[in-house]
């Protein structure tokens, strides 16, 4: 048995990778390790059928043969999933990913990393070389994953290669439909009353003539759908960079903190300055989540790293 293992909470990037490798090694399976994000979730819940998807409790490790590892380098994002990385009888383990500058705790045998803006944009152009085609349905699932992790190439990790794979995708029958649907997902009632909260709660700072906001949301449990909510915050605030943490207890003593960032101010990095905190993504989207750690300590170690890296502005003409 071959596998393909989507990172857990798996986005777009990650379903569309693992679905061109399934055409790329015929008879292999797909593993969401851990749940997916909402979009995702709905896309699937009606299109599932159309992908070579498998129960992570279906699987019997002592049939596993080669594992393939997408857009992350990292175990701890495969949930359990990560123990058949230690399985005697592995022939092959291959990381796909786009996050350059990250330490992998993966013992692949082959990696794939190069800097494109979605780990999809690698599939694809192996798809190409061989000269495979693609059902509409795959076309469609991949060109999401493209769309989703570029903004639609407008994010500055955007390469003229995934422009290109977008293209090819499309000439595959990409459904533009459907990827319209799914691109920008609307808030569930839930976020939209944390929008409004949000929006009630934010605090801003002005430096160098750029505005940074940020706020904690703390709920009951797990609210899926912070990055949709983040991307909202951006769009009717305007403003520069946006921390948005979510908390929630775990236990009595112990909760979960899940914080999403956004910038559009060069020179900042966020993917940098998330994975000093075990979290990471790319320069202006990063996430991370941590249990057991004071929130407003953490977002301030976060905030502090922007504002040390917004450049300053140059000095006057004389």
């Not at 949930?79 to 399985?87: D, F, M, P, T, V």
């Not at 990250?102 to 013992?107: L, R």
């Not at 953490?298 to 040390?308: A, E, F, P, S, V």
Request: proline content about 5%.
């Amino acid at each position: 048995m071959d596998l393909i293992l989507c990172h857990t909470t798996a986005d777009f990037d990650a379903l569309g990778a693992a679905v061109g490798l399934t055409c790329l090694m015929p008879g292999s399976k797909i593993v969401l390790t851990g749940g997916a994000h909402p979009p995702v979730r709905d896309f699937l819940a009606l299109h599932r059928d159309e992908y070579a998807l498998i129960e992570r409790r279906s699987v019997n490790p002592e049939k596993i043969r080669s594992v393939t590892v997408v857009d992350t380098q990292q175990r701890d994002r495969l949930g359990k999933a990560a123990e058949w990385l230690n399985l005697p009888q592995l022939h092959h383990i291959t990381v796909y990913d786009h996050h350059l500058g990250q330490d992998s705790d993966i013992p692949a045998t082959q990696f794939h990393i190069s800097s494109v803006g979605a780990t999809t944009t690698l599939i694809v152009e192996q798809l190409q070389q061989q000269n495979i085609s693609l059902t509409s349905s795959q076309a469609t699932a991949m060109a999401l994953g493209i769309h989703v992790d570029t903004g639609s190439l407008t994010y500055d990790q955007s390469t003229p290669r995934d422009a290109l794979a977008l293209a090819w995708l499309m000439q595959q029958g990409a459904s533009l439909s459907i990827i319209a649907n799914y691109r920008e997902p609307g808030l569930s009632p839930q976020l939209q009353r944390l929008l409004k909260e949000a929006l009630e709660n934010l605090e801003y700072l002005c430096l160098r003539g750029y505005t940074i906001a940020w706020v904690i949301l703390n709920t009951e449990s797990f609210v899926p759908g912070l990055s949709s909510l983040a991307s909202q915050l951006i769009e009717l605030t305007e403003i520069d960079a946006l921390l948005l943490a979510g908390e929630y207890p775990l236990n009595k003593d112990e909760s979960r903190l899940t914080i999403i960032g956004r910038s559009q101010i060069p020179g900042v990095h966020l993917d940098q300055l998330f994975q000093t905190l075990g979290g990471g993504g790319h320069s202006q989207a990063a996430s991370l989540n941590l249990r057991g750690v004071d929130a407003q300590n953490t977002l301030q170690q976060l905030l502090n790293g922007i504002k040390t890296s917004i450049p300053h502005p140059p000095p006057p003409e004389i």
